[in-house]
């Protein structure tokens, strides 16, 4: 997997591995996870579906995982999805002024990422 370091974080590049299984962004604010030696579509999830973050749809998604959670960031949101099914565990929003991206880093467990948020 590639990866760029910030500090003492690793920050990997999109498409994330997990397991056996592929992270990969769409190309409008979604998220799949793929089975790795298939390719066979194992869930999406539409990041702009979700009350509050329709200013994801059509844009760049930064993905990355920890433990059993997907951290997912576009438009100044971040979504926390069940690795499992891709159900939405929580999601915050931050929206300021900026480029419209999102950009995640996380450390050795979900409770030690780093998001920056600009929008």
């Known amino acids: 997997m590639a990866m760029t370091g910030i500090g003492d974080l690793k920050v990997p590049l999109a498409p994330a591995l997990a397991g056996d299984s592929v ?4 190309h409008a604010g979604s998220v799949h996870l793929l ?5 066979r579509l194992i869930w999406t999830q539409t990041l702009a579906d979700k009350a509050g973050a329709s200013a994801c749809d059509g844009q760049p998604v930064s993905v990355t995982v920890a433990d059993d ?5 576009a438009m100044g949101h971040v979504f926390a999805l069940k690795l499992e099914d891709g159900a939405v565990l929580w999601h915050a929003a931050q929206r300021s002024r900026g480029e419209g991206q999102t950009s995640l880093a996380v450390g050795g467990s979900v409770s030690d990422y780093v998001a ?3 929008s």
Do not use: F, I, Q, Y
């Not at 992270?23 to 769409?26: F, I, L, T």
């Open 23 to 26: 992270v990969a962004v769409g």
């Open 116 to 118: 920056r948020l600009e």
């Open 69 to 73: 959670v997907v951290l997912a960031g």
């Open 35 to 39: 089975d790795g030696a298939t390719g």
